[in-house]
């Protein structure tokens, strides 16, 4: 009976032995049937890498001609930036209230939105081309201020719009706060 294990002892390793040979044919046959270049290559042949090199390059390129397309906005949009910041530095000068002294005779011609406090001197109002007077805000009775009235010291007074309404200058000195834009005549 001893001569039976050892026969079917000796089957068994042959079998595994076989079974081994056949595994490692199988494998060497798939990786040999790899075609060179590919994922499944752990070797990779020139053309691979030039191939794969060149996208990145086509890549770049693209890539490149978007940054300078974004670069050229931004120079835009930077020239915008700077042109509208010139116009608000512009503004701002008509944002608060700048001390004018006008002499005997000379007007003040007020432009739309215009704000007027005369301080000292002696200042009569002129009306716009319809005849439209300036509005004094400081009085209670929302009065009117008409070509010839004289305007009261320290009373805040209201150009609506832009159509020649202002102050004349009476006395030798008039000095005004004054807010908005204007041309002196």
């Known amino acids: 009976m001893l001569g039976k294990t050892k026969k079917t002892y000796f089957i ?10 056949v595994l490692h044919i199988v494998q060497a046959v798939t990786a040999a049937s790899a075609e060179p270049g590919t994922d499944m290559d752990p070797i990779v042949s020139q053309s691979y890498v ?9 890549k770049i390129n693209q890539l490149s001609l978007v940054i300078e397309d974004l670069n050229s906005e931004i120079e835009a949009l930077e020239s915008k930036v700077k042109s509208l910041t010139a116009q608000l530095e512009d503004q701002k000068k008509y944002a608060t209230f700048q001390v004018i002294e006008l002499k005997a005779g000379q007007q003040l011609v007020a432009g739309e939105s ?9 200042a009569t109002a002129v009306s716009g081309v319809n005849g439209d007077g300036l509005s004094d805000i400081t009085d209670d ?7 010839g009235d004289e305007i009261p010291l320290n009373h805040l007074l209201l150009v609506s719009r832009n159509d020649g309404r202002g102050i004349k200058a009476v006395s030798n000195q008039v000095f005004i706060l004054f807010k908005g834009t204007y041309e002196i005549k």
């Not at 068994?12 to 081994?20: E, K, N």
């Not at 215009?114 to 002696?122: F, P, S, T, Y």
């Open 141 to 147: 009775n929302g009065k009117s201020l008409y070509t």
């Open 12 to 21: 068994a390793v042959l079998t595994l032995l076989l079974s081994f040979g």
């Open 50 to 58: 030039d191939q794969k090199f060149d996208d990145a390059v086509k």
């Open 114 to 122: 215009a704000e007027i406090i005369v301080r000292a001197g002696k």
